[in-house]
């Protein structure tokens, strides 16, 4: 075995003498959830080999529109596709998913929205690097029913559109 590297070196590390207070919320909770999953299919969070048939009436308002499409937790590979089919229609499309992951603000972290989970399970949930940012819309594609969204997310949120399997 022959190993070629184009960088090498060493690490040191100091100790940091400053005191950094980290205040996390608690997020683990497995409480039994108040809003029902709504998707047909909702073992495994629609398999992958599930066609994006029920999201064909979405579409981009005009060429170069830029949209962001924001799964919710776990809920991600139909807002994938949903991602993937407007960009094929020319947005610059952008994609990424709320979590109940905390991470402090902070060097790549430019911008966190918090707020209440959609599945009623009262956690908090986050959306990172979305706030500072200028999107045309901004597409949360859930499992849920619309008025599952906590309304303070569409404060932090500007341009917001709440996408799900009711009509």
């Avoid at 991600?76 to 993937?84: G, K, N, R």
């Amino acid at each position: 075995v022959e190993v070629v590297s184009l960088l090498q070196g060493n690490w040191q590390w100091q100790a940091n003498q400053h005191n950094i207070q980290v205040n996390m919320p608690n997020v683990s909770s497995t409480e039994q959830q108040a809003q029902k999953i709504i998707a047909p299919n909702n073992w495994g969070r629609e398999p992958g080999y599930l066609e994006c048939t029920p999201w064909e009436h979405i579409h981009i308002n005009h060429p170069d529109e830029k949209i962001l499409v924001l799964g919710s937790g776990e809920f991600s590979w139909i807002p994938f596709l949903i991602a993937e089919q407007l960009e094929q229609q020319g947005a610059e499309t952008y994609f990424s998913s709320t979590t109940r992951s905390p991470i402090m603000q902070g060097h790549a972290i430019k911008s966190i929205c918090q707020f209440h989970d959609n599945y009623g399970l009262n956690i908090q949930n986050f959306a990172y690097n979305v706030k500072h940012q200028e999107f045309d819309r901004v597409l949360l594609v859930i499992e849920t029913h619309q008025d599952s969204v906590d309304p303070s997310l569409f404060e932090q949120i500007k341009n917001l559109e709440v996408i799900s399997y009711e009509p």
